[in-house]
């Protein structure tokens, strides 16, 4: 790869080329700063496409359902991205969320790009990466962009700041795993989704749900629940029209500006961190330090105290470098 | 509060009072700079405690598992500390793992002291305040110091970098949910338990984690598979045994200094990072920068060259207050 591709990248990206869309995709996946200075040079057209973040834990239907927000939105004439992160893809190398969502229709619509991403469990790895390749699609003209991610841990807060509404998936009758996230991931759902409702214990969960919305915070919005059988696109439109609200909501409201405001903000923050982080942990490896950390290992240093060293040697690193 | 209260804290915690070390705990547990100067004006205490993380997925007798550890410590004269990480009680308010460990034992024990920590989800959270929290229980003189946390997502992976020996728990039956995590999982443990071996399936689950430990990379320390029933303490005798010759491993390789050198490495680097992003954070909600997120939000700038201001500015600010 010569110096020079990424810039020819960013012009056949902005011809319209799909492939470019890829390469680009992955050299931000990769971490590649010359990804990131494309993402940058093409922001300016970003601004366009509505993100929603679907999440819920593993089991729950959230490819099928995926599969049938897809479908709906291009009947309704509007192209579609899919981001589907997958913390485990990097570890297993078995099949990832975007093969499923696949595999369950032949895409061969040019209206549509499904893309899985990896995470590999570096903090803030999700956003970042994410953050820039939602940019990426926006900027490319993609109408909707649907951010699919499994509820466990961390990942599925983080989409909420990603996403402009964010929707989560839970299915009848998983008892306690869910009860162990419930509570927070509650506060970043927009629309709440009962996929599989026609299992035993639909009702409950219904129920169940609209009982912990009571129970919480009151909100100028109120989160629908919306009771799905995705894998027959049975309500999948009735779910679209929930999403289509909150949306509105969104807007009418001024809600969104805010929303925005604060994922810019956000945003911007973990770029930073993430810049000074990488010169941390290169003057961290420093072998001109040795002697400090052999100091630490022997208890004559405490780690506050070479923390502070390291951070003022990044410090003055990055003024350097910069 | 006094300005000089956490120096006599130091002194009291020195004295043995366990009042203070609660004291420095919250300290440290609500992020205060006042409990981590004390834990690096302690650091130099430490080094003596033996540190055993514990993990696994919800309902899997990690609370059950830890108390028959603490017995079984007890039993041989080590005085003991519990660390429960609760990712969940910070949102729900509910029982903490720390309350069930104590509900299903009485403890008046004085060589047992427990400990429940919320991690609020912040990044790398986890990692710093129960690391400053085990600085703080190995000064104090506890031979043993037990962490436990629950396996969902990033934290699990955090307590490998946190303890000496890692301790995996599974039980029989709980399928694809562990499939999901326990590729990345299996890399951090050092012994792995199957718990609730009563129940079936017991056997298929210690053959496949047999047969995942063979396809993994080779190491030269095997993780053994040890079969509890931790609610009867039916084989945790024989658990500790292995965990005793995990330390012993640690120890005869040159393994455990390894480790130990990464661990104060990448504790250094968090703390370090923990410094400036609380900088970065100054600066990007600072007033002065709206003009510039303005022209974010109206795409005339984009987050990379936002992030480098903030990042350059940051640099600047930590000089000036250094």
Chains 1, 2 share one sequence.
Do not use: C
Request: aromatic share 4%.
């Amino acid at each position: 790869m010569t110096a020079t591709a990424p810039r020819d990248l960013v012009e056949r990206f902005r011809a319209g080329d799909r492939a470019a869309l890829a390469r680009l995709i992955s050299f931000v996946e990769n971490g590649k700063a010359a990804g990131m200075r494309a993402m940058g040079d093409l922001y300016g057209s970003t601004g366009t496409a509505y993100v929603v973040g679907i999440t819920g834990p593993p089991g729950a239907g959230k490819s099928t359902l995926t599969n049938a927000l897809i479908r709906g939105y291009r009947a309704r004439g509007q192209t579609v991205a899919v981001v589907a992160v997958d913390p485990s893809s990097a570890l297993t190398g078995g099949a990832t969320l975007g093969d499923r969502i696949r595999m369950l229709d032949n895409f061969d619509d040019p209206g549509v790009y499904i893309r899985s991403m990896a995470t590999r469990g570096e903090m803030g790895g999700l956003s970042i990466g994410v953050g820039a390749v939602v940019h990426l699609l926006d900027a490319y003209g993609f109408d909707m962009i649907l951010i699919e991610t499994v509820g466990v841990g961390q990942d599925e807060v983080d989409v909420g700041e990603l996403a402009d509404t964010t929707l989560l998936i839970q299915v009848p009758g998983t008892g306690d795993s869910i009860q162990a996230i419930k509570a927070g991931v509650l506060e970043i759902a927009d629309v709440l989704v009962v996929n599989k409702a026609d299992l035993p214990g639909a009702n409950d969960m219904v129920r169940d749900l609209r009982m912990m919305l009571r129970l919480s915070e009151s909100r100028p919005w109120t989160p629908p629940i919306v009771e799905t059988v995705a894998s027959e696109h049975r309500n999948t439109d009735a779910l679209i029209d929930k999403l289509d609200q909150h949306r509105q909501f969104l807007e009418d409201s001024g809600e969104g500006r805010i929303r925005r405001a604060r994922r810019d903000r956000r945003e911007v923050v973990r770029l930073a961190r993430r810049q000074l982080t990488r010169e941390i942990e290169a003057v961290a490896s420093d072998a001109g330090l040795d002697d400090l950390f052999t100091s630490l290992a022997n208890r004559d240093a405490d780690p506050i105290t070479v923390a502070s060293v390291v951070a003022r040697r990044t410090v003055d690193r990055f003024r350097q470098d910069g």
